[in-house]
């Protein structure tokens, strides 16, 4: 399974730019981007104003519809 995968699993949220996958941080999201061995930036989101990921290169669906 894939970062974005196990975090649709785990009932995460997820959002992006292009390729990169961003998701909230929290425990499951924390050990996820752990677990998968992923470099993840943290920013503040405009939007809600909490912390969330940015791992580069991640987001599934942008590779699936560049195949």
Known sequence: MSL??????AGQPVSNWQSDLYTPVNEVTRA???KHGH?????TSQID?????????????????RQ
């Open 49 to 65: 104003g909490k912390p969330w990921f940015d791992v580069p290169f991640q987001f599934d669906p942008y590779w699936e519809k």
């Open 32 to 34: 996820l981007v752990k």
């Open 39 to 43: 470099k993840a930036e943290v920013f």
């Open 4 to 9: 974005y995968t196990d975090l649709i699993e």
